[in-house]
């Protein structure tokens, strides 16, 4: 009754009623309550009052109102495609139609679906990028899940962020931004692209790395390029926190006495083999990630380190070992001088 008596006297302030005749007002007042009543329905009352099992619904880019209005109605989700035209219209928001694949239910009424579209609430995937990946394992890993292909993904990899992102500065400009994909847990849409998700790789990489951390990275006199390559090595090599920070400690070492450092994963890294003792003809490939034929770091990082490596690689603990290995039980084995570390290769790789 107060909707009824809202509308009559909206009608008899815009509309000379005093000149027809009661009946004709009923029905006119009738008629403008089952078009609002009509309107209300469709728009606030879900095509299924039984709750439904969301389904994805996809909105292509380009797509016009009345394709999505027309896809909505045929895939079950809305009565009419006409009111969800007239909706988003009336209201402003036929342009502002995102594309994107999107969770949606016969259960929910038209309001609530135009509004998660036009907000662009899509449906986001949770992906895990694991500490040590390189950015082909990365790249193999969105394909599988089928999002971009290998290439696309290299390619963006391969772009200069530095005027977004700082602490790139130091890097070479040749480089791609290898070492800096902090490895995490990320929530990913279908519409977003390659270089979305690198960018929120990099500046999740911008958060954890903390300006606190780039000083004392600074102070030391060394480039956070430095530290990322030498985390990247550190990564690929052992797990233990501890393990990392004396393996650290004697690679820093190394290069300070002009010692090649001798390590298997920058070899692996090459050769895209995962062999926990390279082949001698291995060691022998001319690579500036060689470092069995070159002095000090590689070229550039060899994986994406987490925060624990980056950290063992700003602060290392230095002891009187020089060498080291993996244990087939996964123990690292330290030895201080050649001899020590030969027979432990006989005792604990034979």
């Known amino acids: 009754m107060i909707i009824m008596d809202l509308l009559k006297s909206i009608l008899n302030k815009i509309l000379n009623f005093k000149k027809l005749k009661k009946k004709t007002k009923d029905s006119v007042y009738l008629a403008v309550f089952a078009f609002f009543f009509l309107l209300w329905w469709e728009i606030f009352v879900p095509a299924e009052l039984i709750p439904r099992t969301a389904e994805p619904f996809l909105v292509k880019k380009g797509q016009s109102d009345s394709q999505i209005a027309k896809n909505l109605e045929e895939q079950g989700i809305i009565r009419s495609s006409y009111f969800f035209r007239i909706y988003v219209t009336v209201f402003g928001m036929h342009a502002n139609l995102r594309a994107g694949k999107y969770s949606l239910s016969g259960s929910m009424s038209l309001y609530k679906i135009a509004k998660r579209i036009v907000s662009g609430d899509v449906i986001k995937e949770k992906m895990t990028f694991i500490e040590g990946w390189d950015a082909k394992d990365i790249a193999r890993y969105l394909a599988q899940k089928q999002l971009y292909s290998k290439e696309k993904f290299l390619n963006s990899v391969s772009k200069d962020y530095t005027e977004e992102f700082t602490f790139l500065s130091d890097k070479p400009k040749e480089l791609s931004v290898e070492g800096y994909l902090f490895p995490d847990t990320y929530e990913i849409s279908s519409d977003e692209s390659a270089d979305d998700v690198v960018k929120n790789m990099l500046a999740n990489f911008d958060k954890k790395v903390t300006p606190d951390i780039r000083q004392q990275i600074a102070e030391q006199k060394k480039?956070?390029?430095?530290?990322?390559?030498?985390?990247?090595?550190?990564?690929?090599?052992?797990?233990?926190?501890?393990?990392?920070?004396?393996?650290?400690?004697?690679?820093?070492?190394?290069?300070?006495?002009?010692?090649?450092?001798?390590?298997?994963?920058?070899?692996?890294?090459?050769?895209?083999?995962?062999?926990?003792?390279?082949?001698?003809?291995?060691t022998k490939v001319d690579s500036p990630y060689n470092t069995y034929k070159y002095k000090g770091l590689p070229l550039g990082p060899i994986s994406n380190p987490g925060l624990d490596s980056i950290m063992a690689a700003i602060y290392p603990k230095e002891t009187s070992y020089w060498f080291y290995l993996s244990a087939s039980s996964g123990k690292t084995i330290f030895s201080e001088t050649l001899e020590q570390h030969n027979i432990a290769a006989v005792k604990y790789l034979n």
């Open 223 to 282: 480039s956070v390029f430095e530290i990322i390559t030498m985390a990247s090595i550190i990564e690929k090599e052992v797990r233990n926190m501890d393990d990392k920070k004396i393996i650290s400690g004697i690679l820093w070492k190394r290069i300070r006495v002009g010692m090649p450092l001798q390590v298997d994963s920058t070899i692996n890294y090459i050769t895209r083999k995962d062999d926990p003792g390279v082949a001698i003809k291995d």
